[in-house]
């Protein structure tokens, strides 16, 4: 088994350059892939952030990558529940960071008054919620 840098996974996705891209596109279909969590988290960053792809494309590239035959993901089951929340309107990383938390009580941000309210709203767990004190 082999595990990939986010490099090689964007290539794959963006076929934005001839040479990497045919490279990137082997070592997919040749499968026997690992894919740290970490990678899973920087290649949502970089489709949506530098190459400005829209969330539900996001979305889709990361589940067709958690189904890919040969592909064995870092805590595939958070991962999963990541794509289930982006699919409620979650950005990928918040709902990736819930999903690893979900032992926990709560998840405290100062980030985002939205991302608590969307988050209570769709039912999901942990409670997100902005400390005030």
Not at 91 to 97: I, R, T
Not at 109 to 132: E, H, N, Q
């Amino acid at each position: 088994m082999r595990a990939v840098d986010t490099n090689i996974l964007a290539r794959y996705y963006l076929q934005d350059d001839p040479e990497q891209s045919r490279i990137a596109t082997a070592i997919v279909q040749a499968g026997a892939l690992f894919v740290p969590k970490t990678v899973a988290l920087e290649l949502a960053w970089v489709l949506r952030s530098v190459a400005a792809q829209p969330a539900h494309k996001v979305t889709a590239c990361l589940a067709h990558l958690a189904g890919l035959a040969g592909v064995t993901m870092e805590d595939r089951e958070q991962i999963e529940a990541a794509l289930r929340y982006s699919a409620k309107g979650i950005e990928f990383a918040d709902a990736l960071h819930l999903a690893a938390s979900e032992e926990c009580s709560e998840f405290l941000t100062f980030d985002d008054r939205r991302y608590a309210r969307r988050a209570a709203s769709r039912g999901l767990k942990p409670k997100v919620r902005v400390p005030t004190e």
